[in-house]
């Protein structure tokens, strides 16, 4: 095939839309496949963040009905928080992001299951009900010392009441005021020569049970901000501090593979355009010059016989009727000239004859 001919222009054009659609489909396909990958992973992570406020909401239940199911609901949705947290690893390798944005969401994901499980063992010790727990022992203890209180003296018998109305004061709304009126009560008690064996032992236990179930109260906190209660309801903010921090993290990612893929559809479909453009104008323009001089030719034939150069015509398909043509003109112009001859001998003979 020659490549100065119509049919290789037309052929180089089509390879050139070919070529440019074929780029442009491998081009969508490579940046589709990237954006769908951190699609997921966007969604993994937006998943992520209904999970750990699903978390909290079993934690509150718990600590408002205390009841075990939720904690049993706490750790199903602690498992699947951390599988996802898991499935991250790979993107953060791909895309070359800080390897800590994971491991803090990990680290401090399993502080805060790990201060929340020692919360509830604390609880179960303190008490999920009142039967139950250091509750239940201080509700029979108090029950006891009601029960023994008859036949002791009128000042004794208020100190009981007493003692036993502020250790369920306490059970109720843990005031330190509360806790403090209940030791001296209890020290007051404890000052009396009078006290049967009975009652001194009952006292005596239901001192240690206060002392236990203070310490207990202690170290789930007193408020929601201090004790465990407060270390978990901090570690669940930091964990939700590093959810937003690879967000924040991968949300440049997938802007600028977006923008790199709408860049590289442009560019390709540019470059080709302009490229079909600039072979449509110079075989417009060469196509147009070698029919002119065709046109010019077959005028200029009318008058006198003259050939046409095939270099001035710019496709192989022109050359070769520019060579046909010559030739037509040269057989013409020997023809004629045959002709003549033969004319000219014609009238000699006739003027040779007598």
């Not at 199911?69 to 928080?81: A, D, H, M, T, W």
Request: net charge neutral.
């Amino acid at each position: 095939m020659k490549w100065d001919s119509i049919k290789s222009r037309l052929l180089l054009m089509t390879t050139l839309c070919v070529l440019g659609m074929g780029l442009m489909t491998i081009n969508q396909h490579y940046f589709g496949q990237k954006l769908s990958a951190l699609n997921e992973q966007n969604v993994a992570l937006q998943q992520m963040q209904t999970d750990l406020l699903q978390l909290r909401r079993h934690e509150k239940d718990f600590l408002l009905r205390h009841e075990r199911r939720y904690i049993e609901q706490f750790s199903e949705q602690y498992q699947r928080f951390i599988a996802t947290v898991n499935s991250l690893d790979q993107v953060i390798g791909q895309y070359e992001l800080p390897a800590n944005l994971v491991s803090d969401i990990a680290v401090n994901s399993e502080l805060y299951a790990r201060d929340f499980y020692k919360l509830t063992q604390l609880m179960e010790v303190y008490g999920l009900t009142a039967d139950t727990g250091i509750n239940g022992e201080l509700r029979q203890l108090s029950t006891a010392l009601n029960a023994r209180a008859e036949g002791l003296s009128p000042a004794m018998v208020n100190l009981l009441g007493r003692a036993t109305y502020l250790a369920a004061d306490y059970q109720l709304i843990a005031a330190p005021k509360t806790l403090e009126a209940l030791r001296e009560t209890l020290s007051a008690t404890f000052s009396s020569q009078s006290l049967p064996v009975e009652v001194e032992s009952l006292l005596v236990d239901f001192r240690q049970q206060v002392n236990r179930l203070a310490e207990v109260k202690q170290q789930i906190g007193l408020t929601e901000q201090q004790g465990l209660r407060g270390e978990f309801r901090q570690q669940a903010h930091r964990v939700e501090e590093d959810l937003k921090a690879l967000d924040n993290a991968l949300q440049p990612v997938l802007v600028s593979h977006k923008e790199q893929a709408t860049v590289f559809s442009t560019v390709i479909a540019v470059l080709t355009s302009v490229a079909v453009i600039l072979l449509l104008v110079k075989s417009f323009a060469t196509f147009h010059r070698s029919f002119a001089n065709f046109v010019l030719f077959f005028y200029r034939c009318k008058r006198q016989y003259q050939r046409i150069d095939p270099k001035q015509l710019g496709f192989s398909e022109f050359r070769s009727l520019a060579a046909l043509a010559n030739e037509m003109v040269e057989s013409r112009r020997q023809i004629e000239r045959r002709l003549e001859k033969l004319e000219s001998a014609n009238r000699e003979s006739h003027k040779v004859a007598p």
